[in-house]
């Protein structure tokens, strides 16, 4: 029994003695990213950004043309509203302009108090759709017609 725990202290103290060295730190070989990794990295990123970075500069000129759009619609609806029942504006239609942030989507809306319909219209400021419309024509029996130049 002494003889083992005289073994085991030796043993212990051997290994003391050696040098440390982790196996993953053996070779230079294994330190670091190669140059040829970090080009193919760069490009991989380089690949995905000019694909990506297009779709997400057009969304915004997507967002306009839907706001215009349902501006549009909503405009001529609420012409649709006044011509079935006028005397809740008083008999006359107000027509309406955009209120704030004009820089983006211009807008009118304009109904007639004879009932022969209205036209309300949403054009797009800047971007890529300037200038394009969006309108919503009531005809005088009060039929909704979507219309304009936007895509």
């Given amino acids: 029994m002494a003889t083992t725990i005289l073994r085991a202290r030796l043993r212990h103290r051997l290994i003391q003695q050696l040098p440390f060295r982790p196996r993953s730190l053996s070779s230079g070989i294994d330190q670091g990213f190669t140059l040829i ?3 193919v990295v760069v490009i991989i990123v380089a690949v995905l950004a000019a694909i990506a970075l297009p779709s997400f500069l057009n969304q915004a000129d997507k967002a306009k043309s839907a706001s215009a759009k349902a501006l549009a619609s909503a405009g001529g609806k609420e ?3 006044y011509m079935l029942s006028p005397s809740d504006y008083g008999g006359v239609f107000p027509n309406q302009t955009a209120s704030g ?3 983006k989507i211009t807008f009118s809306n304009t109904c007639s108090n ?3 319909g209205g036209v309300a219209t949403a054009t ?3 971007g890529v759709h300037n200038g394009l419309t969006a309108t ?3 005809a005088a029996d ?3 017609t979507l219309g304009g130049t936007l895509p």
């Fill in 37 to 39: 990794e970090l080009l």
């Fill in 79 to 81: 012409c649709q509203v």
């Fill in 101 to 103: 942030d004009t820089s």
């Fill in 114 to 116: 004879a009932g022969t």
């Fill in 124 to 126: 797009v400021v800047g």
């Fill in 136 to 138: 919503a024509t009531v």
């Fill in 142 to 144: 009060g039929k909704l």
